[in-house]
């Protein structure tokens, strides 16, 4: 298979590995991109692959709770500067007041919604695009209702570059679940738990982690309680609970929420354009002509 410069730039991109190494873990794994990842990993040239591609679009993202209900959401734009814009960031909370009452279950319904104004959802928006004179999109949003015994975490990072909302169950100090929240903000968990994090998974990361070992020249009989150990780190990274607490790093999220009797039920983070494309531009030629020198 053509190992493309676009694949080079995709694979430097999720690895942080150079350019030379990116082209051959493709070419030792016929392109495969996952492959590759493994490979360097394998190899000590890379770090644990993030799934999600580099920040693209603009945009912002925003919380609005009310009593037991609770909407986070997406909105892109084109530009940034658009983003920062007052009528842009009115059409954000407009959206998010009617996500809250009508409760859609999906984009698409949502979009064919009446809102109070009299405004179906997309002809709004799009009424939005003629003023302000870009692309406005409803990416994505998730609506959550509590019980009376729980509370919820909203933390809105860089004016809503990154959104968090989390819900703890036995206590209503909304300073624990925001605290909590600003946690995920900053160290991007995948899971709760270790508990929800999938088999499949688990099992992935532990055969990438014997063959490193294996690599790194380690004896056989040891390497099964190296790879353990790791393993330890690997749920460190990805787990919530598992995590130093970023304002107490002597302590775990775990121990933090549990010295307030209370237990995290569920979190939801978002980032402006996490898994979104960029433009393209001339970075894939730059790629080829350096792989070719």
Known sequence: MAITAQMVKELREKTGAGLMDCKKALTETNGDMEKAIDYLREKGIAKAAKKADRIAAEGTTFILTEGNDAVILEVNSETDFVAKNDSFINLVKDLSSHLLKAKPSSVDEALK??????????EFINAAIAKIGEKITLRRFEIVTKTDNDVFGAYLHMGGRISVLTV????TDETVAKDVAMHAAAL???????????????????????????????PENIVEKI???????FFEEICLLEQNFVKDSDMKVKQYVK??????????????????????????????NQVKN
């Open 227 to 233: 790879v353990e150990g790791r393993l330890g780190k």
């Open 113 to 122: 919604q009446t809102m109070d104004n009299g405004s179906i959802v997309s």
């Open 259 to 288: 010295s307030h009797n209370a237990t995290l039920k569920t979190f939801i983070r978002y980032e402006v354009g996490e898994g979104l494309e960029k433009r393209q531009d001339n970075f894939a030629e730059e790629v080829m």
């Open 168 to 171: 703890l169950e036995g206590t």
């Open 188 to 218: 991007n968990p995948k899971y709760v738990s270790r508990d929800d994090v999938p088999q499949e998974e688990i099992n992935h990361e532990r055969e990438v982690l014997k063959q490193q070992a294996l690599n790194e020249g380690k």
